[in-house]
């Protein structure tokens, strides 16, 4: 089993900041590249931004300069420090983990998936 379990949502004005967290655990051998995604209300969840196993990172355009993705594998946990928030960056936030290799299975590496957070960004 692997579980991924965010925090750090929640409701922000416009111009604000919020650091959400993400902290995979269960039988995980090694993960290749965290991120995170989202998703608002009628439209299809997108990539916001991913890191690999060796810091190297991936940012959609709309967040470029705003927000900062990190990662402590020692922990098997990414960050996502959100600064400057837009009412249009309002969505659910998703984390996910690609290139699981597992303890328990043997196979292809997995996909998976947190049950999201969502954030506001609102007056």
């Known amino acids: 089993q692997v579980q991924l379990v965010e925090s750090g949502g929640g409701l922000v004005q416009p111009g604000g900041s919020l650091r959400l967290s993400c902290a995979a655990s269960?039988?995980?051998?090694?993960?290749?590249?965290m991120g995170w995604y989202r998703q608002a209300p009628g439209k299809q969840r997108e990539l916001v931004a991913a890191?690999?196993?060796?810091?190297?990172?991936n940012y959609a355009d709309s967040v470029k300069g705003r927000f900062t993705i990190s990662r402590d594998n020692a922990k098997n946990t990414v960050y996502l420090q959100m600064s400057s928030l837009k009412p249009e960056d309002t969505a659910v936030y998703y984390c996910?983990?690609?290139?699981?290799?597992?303890?328990?299975?043997?196979?292809?590496?997995?996909?998976?998936w947190g049950q999201g957070t969502q954030v506001t960004v609102s007056s």
């Open positions: 996910n983990a690609g290139g699981v290799v597992r303890t328990d299975t043997r196979g292809a590496p997995g996909v998976y």
């Open positions: 269960g039988s995980i051998f090694s993960i290749y590249a």
């Open positions: 890191i690999t196993s060796g810091d190297n990172t």
